[in-house]
């Protein structure tokens, strides 16, 4: 603790908790990882290496945003061993495993135990943090990358003539962070201005000296980012430009980010944790050079996104990606506000107010659990966690998906297999749309408490769709199934085949599914008789599943 505030109650509970924290932060983020559906943004890196190698993906942004480094992965994961879900998601799930145990570490000898353990236990509840380190996106990595990039040019800055390893570390770190995801650039390169403006500090004698270090290491790190990112954006200029200017932050993205850095639907808890974030910001800013630099990062990034206006930017969910590294410091400054009032309520040392004083330096943990978007995601089975209905505004009323996916018709079918054990049955459902706004497996899921996956139509009614893979064996997608093959359908143990008919949305203009409407007739031929029938869909028993559909009318 810095100051003069009391020491934090309970002193030799503190690292219990901080073990506490990891372990439950890890069971969330473990939790039904390999059973996750592939969903919206996930499946912009598949569809570019169906159509480019390595060396083509090297030099093209794409159209649709895609993670050039990580596609190059997937490539080479689908040539060695078969793509799955879990191959594409693995780096991300270890960046975030990563953040849950070294952010708090470097906290500790910065602002105490107490602190960074009321601050490992907020990154551990962190529902964005939680989905951002189990979807095949490269935010978990460049949040790590960003932050490992401040303090490694704090210790490069720190070190009377530089330090070389800190400095490398540094450099690498930005660079790929930037080839990640180029939006991360203006974070990155802060500290340069932090630096730069803090030669003030510096003797006239040595201020040369440590500008020509801050130039060298800019010089390096430059030149390692101009190599990775001058051939796509040579090749292809137009693949960013066509995505600028079409968008902007409103008063209301800038009020909604808040939701989605702390997540929680409640005004309440966000008005709580901004208000001890509040109380300590100071502290923090005081403690930790890398909050200065960091603050500088986020602002630096604001501004671009107001003067590039990059598609979608107007969604909160999409603003507070883009400023993700405030996620961390906004949970860090709430956890050394929470802890400096607990030291304060302990000032007398008595048994009570030492229990007072616990209860509030974990206060903001119990209010944002007692609302957590989470505790849905966590129900058995859910292969649907990285849905965009779950988190593309924690707020219901402000969340477009709800009424858009609510539209769409549902079968009184799902909820005849709720009287089968939760989790006993396998569904593979078709047509399968990769933009979760018409894939309704959610309510699925949660109406027959059924594990749903996509039944692809390729090889069976169609030679190729968007959203689908070919029958091949660079492809080894747990949780979907190709409806064609017989030897998939038993090795994945499903138990029905679900055909939703072409509808028309309640409410809304328009038809789904007309350009798979052949394929029924497909299917009838396949799978025979169905067990099940409706004006919405029709299900195939499959045989093998000896488990009887209960009540299951035609």
């Known amino acids: 603790m ?8 309970f002193p030799r509970a503190w690292p219990w908790l901080f073990v506490l924290a990891v372990a439950v932060g890890a069971t969330i983020r473990l939790d039904q990882f390999s059973a996750q559906v592939l969903i919206d943004d996930e499946w912009h890196a598949v569809h570019q290496l169906l159509r480019l190698s390595p060396a083509q993906m090297f ?19 689908s040539r060695w061993f078969g793509l799955s879900e879990t191959a594409m998601r693995w780096p991300m799930l270890a960046c975030g495993l ?20 009321v601050f490992a236990l ?7 943090l939680d989905i951002y380190s189990r ?23 720190a070190a009377p003539r530089g330090e070389l390893p800190a400095g490398t570390a540094y450099a690498i770190a930005a660079a790929m962070a930037i080839w990640l995801h180029v939006i991360v650039a203006p974070f990155v390169a802060a500290p340069f201005l932090w630096g730069l403006a803090d030669l003030r500090h510096t003797a006239p004698a040595g201020r040369r000296a440590r500008f020509l270090r801050l130039a060298a290491l800019a010089l390096v790190a430059g030149a390692m980012t101009a190599a990775l990112m001058l051939p796509p954006l040579l090749a292809h200029p137009q693949s960013l430009s066509v995505k600028a200017a079409t968008d902007r932050p409103g008063l209301e993205t800038l009020s909604g980010v808040w939701y989605a850095w702390l997540g929680t639907p409640s005004t309440a808890v966000v008005v709580l944790c901004i208000a001890l974030a509040a109380v300590g910001a100071r502290e923090v800013w005081r403690a930790m050079p890398i909050a200065r630099t960091g603050a500088l990062g986020i602002v630096l990034t604001l501004a671009a996104v107001m003067i590039t206006s990059p598609a979608w930017s107007h969604v909160p969910l999409t603003l507070a990606r883009y400023l993700l590294p405030m996620l961390p410091l906004l949970l860090l400054a709430t956890a050394a506000g929470s802890v400096q009032i607990a030291s304060r309520v302990d000032a007398v040392g008595t048994g009570w107010s030492r229990a007072a004083a616990a209860l509030v330096a974990v206060l903001p943990c119990v209010a944002l659990v007692a609302q957590s978007p989470l505790v849905p995601l966590l129900r058995h089975p859910n292969a649907q966690t990285v849905h965009f209905v779950h988190y593309l505004d ?17 079968s009184p079918f799902w909820a005849t297999l709720a009287t089968q054990p939760a989790g006993t049955l396998r569904v593979a459902a078709a047509p399968f749309y990769f933009e979760s706004y018409d894939w309704d497996a959610p309510r699925w899921e949660r109406a027959s408490r059924q594990t749903v996956i996509p039944g692809l139509l390729t090889g069976l009614c169609v030679d190729r769709r968007w959203g689908e893979v070919p029958q091949a064996p660079e492809f080894r997608f747990r949780n979907a199934v190709h409806l064609a093959d017989a030897t998939a359908l038993a090795e994945h143990g499903i138990d029905y085949v679900v055909w939703q008919k072409p509808y028309v949305p309640i409410g809304r203009p328009g038809s789904m599914g007309g350009e798979t409407a052949h ?7 396949r799978f025979g008789t169905p067990a099940f029938e409706d004006s919405h869909l029709i299900a195939f028993r499959l045989p093998g599943a000896d488990r009887p559909l209960s009540r299951a009318q035609r």
């Open 2 to 9: 810095t100051g003069s505030a009391p020491p934090a109650p």
């Open 59 to 77: 030099v093209e942004f794409g159209h649709a945003d895609y993670s050039i480094p990580l596609g190059i992965l997937d490539w080479f994961e």
């Open 98 to 117: 990563v953040t849950l145990v070294a952010f708090p570490l470097y906290v500790a000898p910065r602002l105490g135990h107490a602190t960074a353990s």
């Open 122 to 128: 907020l990154l551990a509840i962190s529902p964005l």
């Open 135 to 157: 979807i095949a996106r490269p935010y978990a990595i460049t949040l790590l990358l960003g932050w490992v990039a401040h303090a490694q040019f704090q210790r490069f800055h």
């Open 394 to 410: 924690f707020r219901a009323e402000h969340n477009a998906y709800l009424p858009h996916i609510e539209s769409i018709p549902m």
């Open 519 to 525: 394929c029924e007739a497909a299917l009838r031929t």
